[in-house]
């Protein structure tokens, strides 16, 4: 390989696979970019977590089992170890173990692929795992904060404690947004260290599409159906917003609950689950609605957010995270607090005076994946000097 390259592990367990294709196709796409950057090459490890024979036998990680130790996905080579998992026990020593099935693989690796940095994607276990890999090899390491790694792990007794190590032994830090940075500080992470890094999006994917929307109000929401992202509320909205449909994109524990309250409040004819769906279906779902809804209580950046606004649909949400960050005008859409009045309120105001699509889609223009993953490689190659 040419002297002067930036070689990087990108450490990752959030990354797409054949059993779980969406899981963090955002990430894949952030690996892609930076690879894609002149004097730049890219490996991805993003290790499987199965728990102790014989438990990993059990058919619900039949598919986790099969997948393969190394591939080409997309165009990167990734790498897919295991390392064992305790399910909900044993959760604080997961980095620990983690770091200790990998270590042998990255020194592998690195014969091979003198890699100069490890660039760990999310902070729980990713961060403290990475912290003891690039010390056992001599190596500089940053770690990227999105939302719920410092939300949730950041608050959980025997956990927080080693974020805020690997936090402050870092070499550098990265936010997807600039509330995300103020709630690392208030953990106790070095402000100095910390640069935001917006998400990126495939700004030529997410278009908004020419053709008008018409006949009744069309809603949608998009994310995992867990009780952090708050669809009940979207489900009593749809109760105040008469002939709207609404419908889910995601699955998750909550499914079963939200349907039964959908029959329970006879909306069951107004409302699609739809499951999760392939990333690439993403963008004809944005933009046949008339407005996204997401009432969640806590997020980084939410890349939903900025792929409905390049849809040129509007988004309602909720006063969190970085949403103030593209959220920036009423064409873009409504902060709003977690309440079925308010949530309904603001999407029956949108569509009294729906905004015109490339207005909405202005607040998105800057988050493309040529700028995400530039500002990527001016972050790592200032770690490796």
């Known amino acids: 390989m040419a002297p002067g390259m930036l070689r990087v592990l990108t450490l990752a367990t959030l990354f797409p696979n054949g059993a779980r294709p969406t899981l963090g196709v955002f990430v894949e796409r952030q690996a892609a970019a930076l690879a894609a950057r002149p004097g730049v090459a890219v490996e991805v490890v993003a290790p499987i977590g199965l728990p102790p024979w014989p438990l990993a036998l059990h058919p619900h990680y039949a598919a986790l089992r099969a997948l393969p130790e190394r591939e080409d996905w997309h165009g990167l080579i990734v790498h897919r170890p295991r390392y064992r998992t305790w399910?909900?026990?044993?959760?604080?020593?997961?980095?620990?173990?983690?770091?200790?099935?990998?270590?042998?693989?990255?020194?592998?690796?690195?014969?091979?692929?003198?890699?100069?940095?490890?660039?760990?994607?999310?902070?729980?276990?990713?961060?403290?795992?990475?912290?003891?890999?690039?010390?056992a090899l001599g190596l500089p390491f940053s770690i990227k904060a999105r939302g719920s790694d410092i939300h949730f792990w950041g608050a959980r007794p025997g956990i927080a404690d080693q974020i805020v190590a690997a936090g402050r032994a870092a070499d550098g830090l990265l936010a997807v947004s600039g509330a995300l940075k103020a709630d690392m500080v208030a953990l106790g992470l070095p402000a100095e260290r910390i640069r935001v890094h917006h998400t990126g999006i495939d700004l030529d994917r997410f278009r908004a599409d020419a053709a008008a929307r018409d006949g009744p109000p069309r809603l949608v929401t998009v994310g995992n159906l867990v009780p952090r992202k708050g669809q009940e509320v979207a489900l009593g909205a749809l109760e105040r917003i008469p002939e709207a449909s609404l419908t889910f994109v995601g699955d998750g524990p909550d499914r079963n609950r939200l349907q039964g309250i959908a029959h329970e409040r006879g909306l069951a004819d107004r409302v699609r689950f739809l499951g999760s769906r392939p990333h690439e279906e993403l963008p004809a779902l944005l933009a046949a609605a008339?407005?996204?809804?997401?009432?969640?209580?806590?997020?980084?950046?939410?890349?939903?957010?900025?792929?409905?606004?390049?849809?040129?649909?509007?988004?309602?949400?909720?006063?969190?995270?970085?949403?103030?960050?593209?959220?920036?005008?009423?064409?873009?859409?409504?902060?709003?607090?977690?309440?079925?009045?308010?949530?309904?309120?603001?999407?029956?105001?949108?569509?009294?005076?729906?905004?015109?699509?490339?207005?909405?889609?202005?607040?998105?223009?800057?988050?493309?994946?040529?700028?995400?993953?530039?500002?990527?490689?001016?972050?790592?190659?200032?770690?490796?000097?």
């Not at 009423?330 to 569509?351: C, K, M, N, S, Y």
Request: glycine fraction near 8%.
């Open 290 to 385: 008339d407005v996204m809804i997401l009432p969640t209580h806590s997020e980084g950046l939410a890349n939903v957010w900025v792929e409905s606004l390049a849809c040129g649909t509007p988004v309602v949400t909720c006063d969190v995270g970085g949403a103030r960050e593209i959220i920036d005008r009423p064409e873009a859409g409504r902060l709003v607090p977690r309440d079925a009045d308010a949530f309904a309120a603001a999407v029956l105001e949108i569509l009294a005076d729906p905004p015109g699509r490339a207005a909405v889609r202005k607040p998105a223009e800057k988050f493309g994946w040529e700028r995400n993953g530039a500002e990527l490689a001016a972050h790592l190659w200032s770690l490796v000097g």
């Open 87 to 135: 399910p909900k026990i044993g959760q604080a020593g997961t980095a620990r173990r983690m770091a200790d099935a990998l270590l042998p693989l990255l020194r592998e690796i690195r014969a091979r692929f003198p890699f100069d940095v490890i660039d760990a994607e999310f902070f729980w276990p990713d961060g403290p795992a990475a912290m003891r890999l690039a010390a």
